[in-house]
């Protein structure tokens, strides 16, 4: 099975240039090699108020919802990151600073989170 691949910036005017030609949404997919579902897809996701496509503006709607479906970081919360930094001041393994949070009622801090915290 293929993997999915976002359109760049050079398919999406190619798209447009396609569009405003009147081509069909299945001769512009053969066109850029895409399937029709997808092509289809992008104009509803991207096309502005007045019901066309842009491709500048596409690529910007495209690149917003990316920044937005990344995982935030876990020790944003001052709570969770005193707690570990804490943790680690009295010379505690990730593992045990991650069993110590979770018997005082926190969730979500594994000792994998806290290693890749490290990391970075």
Request: aromatic letters at 10%; charged letters at 30%.
């Amino acid at each position: 099975m293929q993997s999915y691949k976002h359109l760049t910036f050079g398919e999406r005017v190619r798209l447009s240039e396609n569009l405003k030609k009147g081509n069909s949404l299945r001769e512009i997919a053969r066109k850029l090699n895409r399937n029709v579902s997808s092509i289809s897809r992008e104009i509803k996701r991207n096309k502005n108020i007045n019901g066309l496509y842009n491709p500048l503006e596409s690529t910007i709607l495209y690149m917003n919802r990316r920044e937005k479906c990344t995982r935030k970081p876990l020790f944003s919360y001052d709570k969770v990151h005193h707690f570990v930094c804490d943790g680690l001041s009295k010379y505690w393994s990730p593992e045990a600073i991650s069993e110590r949070w979770k018997q005082s009622g926190g969730k979500g801090l594994s000792y994998t989170t806290i290693y890749n915290a490290l990391k970075s």
